[in-house]
């Protein structure tokens, strides 16, 4: 995409503000795919999580509140990004995971996130990692973090937001149903 179709996708989204089911169905071209998607957004819907546009330039992307604070973000992208050849889409908690520790380890739940991790790309000139995630491979660098009790190397540092590391790309039945719990979660503990 050159900059100038990237600045005038912005711009037709900032006018439209984009419902996300319309552009599941647009965009995602793998009937399971749509499907897995559309059905979750159905479920954060009917747990008050409502998606609405957030605008990125060059994806499209959504996030959802609970309780006046951002509990989720879903981003979708069409221009083979994160190493995928068509379009993926990914779903990031915005909590802080270590706070539901022992519900994660009590639930058998540390695995799942610990395969759902962003690993960094790349790294500034001065040598320091720079933000750029990519699923499940490592390569510039990155930071070395215990994820519920396995050190993993080579992680993005998140942009100083290490409770964003976690992302969901693609996820299939087993994902989704880790992410409904660790919403259900932050839900409960934001509710006390």
């Avoid at 609970?66 to 981003?75: C, E, S, W």
Wanted: net charge positive; glycine share 8%.
């Amino acid at each position: 995409m050159s900059d100038k179709s990237a600045i005038l996708h912005y711009q037709q989204q900032k006018g439209t503000k984009p419902v996300i089911e319309d552009v599941i169905l647009l965009v995602i071209a793998d009937v399971a795919k749509q499907k897995t998607a559309l059905d979750f957004v159905a479920w954060l819907r009917e747990n008050k999580m409502h998606p609405r546009w957030r605008g990125l330039s060059d994806s499209w992307a959504w996030k959802a509140d609970f309780k006046g604070k951002t509990i989720i973000a879903i981003t979708m992208s069409t221009n083979g990004w994160v190493d995928h050849d068509d379009t993926c889409w990914f779903a990031i908690p915005y909590f802080d995971l270590k706070n539901h520790t022992e519900a994660i380890m009590k639930k058998n739940m540390q695995g799942i996130v610990q395969d759902n991790q962003s690993y960094c790309l790349h790294k500034n000139r001065d040598g320091r990692t720079n933000v750029g995630c990519n699923p499940k491979k490592a390569c510039a660098g990155g930071m070395t973090k215990n994820v519920f009790g396995r050190n993993i190397e080579g992680l993005c540092c998140g942009g100083g937001r290490e409770s964003l590391n976690t992302r969901f790309y693609d996820p299939g039945e087993t994902e989704i149903d880790c992410l409904k719990r660790l919403l259900e979660l932050e839900q409960q503990a934001r509710a006390s």
